[in-house]
């Protein structure tokens, strides 16, 4: 049980949800699927931390040294392929289905937002699911490390060593996907910020925008970020699948529709 001082903040959170009245995005990052298995990129245990980003994430390291990439990537799609969606990720799609949540912006490649149900999910930053050809335009979809023989993954046209449809350093975010994550923003009454260290632009322009157009942001995260003070109304400091689920309990009890 809670104390009643953050039973009040969960309330808080809850109605400014219901106020939204639908018009409510979200803007999601790694610690959402820390509890999922999956390890957050920055922070204690941070893939980056294992894997240096300046020679694993960025897309001039991919072109010169495909096969290095993929020693990390492999070891990447091994625990993704293997994550469930956590009571975050159900909090998010409870809040979907409740009608009050009308998109999703997140900025992870791991798929597990769809599989918990959420259905208007922007992927800012792609998806690893499906591999793409840089030489040509062969795309390999929903891909599986157990469907593919021998590692890494290769163009079944040109032979050329396939990439993660992720979008790397160095890279342009989809224009389709910084148009609609944009739109969705600038559209909210209030936007989620959940596991994400605000730390990479464009994604961690998006509550901005939100603030900007007269919404309220609502961030839910271990520690405080750039966000906390200057842009979130609420910063509320806990574990993500703790913490959202209590706020949806709230939405209920305040909504009368436990
Ligand atoms: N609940 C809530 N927040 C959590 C949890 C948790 N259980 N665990 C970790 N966090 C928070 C951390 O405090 C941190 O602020 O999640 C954030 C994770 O930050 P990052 O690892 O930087 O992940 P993210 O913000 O998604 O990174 C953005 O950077 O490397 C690129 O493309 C990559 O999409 C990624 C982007």
Redesign the pocket.
């Given at each position: 049980m809670y104390p009643k001082s953050l039973i009040r903040v969960f309330e808080r959170a809850a109605a400014f949800i219901l106020e939204a009245d639908g018009r409510a995005t979200g803007l999601t990052?790694?610690?959402?699927s820390?509890?999922s298995g999956i390890p957050?990129?920055?922070?204690s245990q941070?893939l980056?931390d294992k894997y240096d980003?300046s020679e694993y994430?960025e897309i001039s390291s991919f072109r010169r040294q495909p096969e290095k990439v993929w020693g990390m990537l492999g070891e990447m799609l091994a625990v993704v392929e293997k994550a469930q969606p956590n009571k975050a990720h159900k909090s998010l799609a409870k809040l979907e289905g409740k009608g009050l949540l009308q998109s999703l912006i997140t900025?992870?490649v791991d798929g597990l937002h769809q599989a918990a149900g959420n259905r208007k999910v922007i992927e800012f930053?792609g998806a690893t699911r499906h591999l793409c050809c840089l030489e040509c335009d062969w795309r390999w979809a929903n891909f599986k490390l157990s469907k593919c023989k021998n590692m890494p993954p290769r163009c079944q046209e040109c032979g050329a060593i396939l990439k993660p449809d992720v979008?790397f350093f160095g890279e342009q975010i989809p224009k389709w996907a910084l148009l609609e994550a944009s739109s969705a923003a600038e559209k909210a009454k209030v936007m989620l910020v959940?596991?994400?260290?605000?730390?990479?632009h464009p994604?961690a322009e998006m509550p901005i925008l939100t603030k900007k157009a007269g919404g309220r942001v609502i961030e839910?995260?271990?520690?405080p970020?750039s966000l906390s003070g200057p842009v979130s109304d609420l910063t509320i400091l806990g574990?993500?699948?703790e913490v959202l689920p209590e706020i949806v309990a709230a939405c209920e009890r305040l909504s009368g529709s436990e």
């Open positions: 990052g790694a610690g959402i820390v509890a957050a990129f920055r922070g941070g980056w980003p994430a900025q992870n930053h979008v959940v596991g994400t260290s605000a730390n990479v994604a839910i995260n271990l520690g970020t574990p993500a699948d």
